[in-house]
């Protein structure tokens, strides 16, 4: 791979999926120098936080395998140091890795300006060259070229073909539709409500949204500033959010489901 610019390849793993709140437990970087020769960085953070379970499965990594590790703002400078002033790239790192390294740096004390560098995030190059349309899925399940595409009734039996070669692919109990039928995205636990308007972070509640968004739990906000509450029981929340706070007025607050 011929490339004129010294190239850093990144990769973070993290306590959770809030770019505002969540820390770094392993951080990886290879450079490629554009005589070929290359680098490598890799260091397990102390995130000073519970790492929860859910994460430690994902990556191994629990709260004992970082317990002598450095913090972060102890190694930032290395982080920097080792970047340089050369391009980045990552995968889904635009959206994640790349925004919580920079909130992670700031807060130690130094600027990260990654979008100022020339970006190349294999995502993004995957998701534009490697289509995932009807005629995608009718090729790489059913083998086979779609014509007559956006005809109803041609994508209306492509679409059958690709879910019989789906369930022949995945059912588990003789090609059997049925088993197919609880497959879906699954939901983030992350969020309180379906509104997105409350995130759990270190068995806390954070409101996402206003003046206390993603700084203080609710927990911090009832002791403080009962009045922001009922504010919020005066307007267009959903139910399941004026549920919660009418709760927390009265001293109840909900525990993280397992």
């Known amino acids: 791979m011929k490339h004129q610019n010294p ?35 890799d260091k397990r953070v102390n ?7 859910i994460v430690s499965e994902l990556t191994g990594i629990c709260d004992e395998d970082v317990r002598d590790a450095p913090a972060f ?12 002033d050369s391009d980045l790239a990552g995968f889904n790192a635009e959206r994640f890795d790349f925004p919580l390294l920079e909130r992670e740096i700031y807060e130690a004390g130094h600027v990260f300006q990654w979008r100022d560098r020339r970006v190349y995030d294999s995502q993004k190059i995957y998701h534009v060259f490697e289509k ?6 009718y090729k790489f399940f059913c083998n086979k070229e779609l014509e007559n595409a956006h005809s109803a ?15 022949a692919k995945y059912a588990s109990s003789e090609n059997q539709l049925e088993d197919l039928k ?20 270190n068995g806390e509640l954070y409101p996402t949204f206003g003046k206390y968004a993603r700084k203080h739990s609710l927990k ?8 922001y509450l009922e504010w919020i029981l005066r307007q267009d929340f959903s139910d399941d959010v004026k ?16």
């Open 73 to 84: 703002r102890e190694i930032a400078c290395e982080v920097l140091e080792f970047i340089g």
């Open 47 to 53: 995130p000073k936080m519970p790492i929860p379970q």
């Open 243 to 258: 549920m919660l706070i009418e709760d927390v007025l009265h001293g109840k607050f909900p525990k993280k489901p397992s």
């Open 182 to 201: 609880d497959i879906g995205y699954e939901k983030s636990g992350d969020f309180y409500d379906e509104q997105r308007k409350f995130r759990w972070w």
């Open 132 to 137: 995932r349309d009807l005629t995608a899925a």
């Open 220 to 227: 911090e906000i009832a002791r403080r500033d009962e009045n």
């Open 7 to 41: 190239l850093v390849v990144l990769d973070l793993e993290t306590t959770g999926t809030w770019i505002e709140k969540d820390r770094i437990i392993e951080i990886a970087m290879i450079r490629l120098e554009p005589d070929g020769s290359q680098r490598e960085y």
């Open 153 to 167: 009734l041609a994508d209306t039996q492509a679409t059958l073909e690709i879910l019989k070669a789906q369930v």
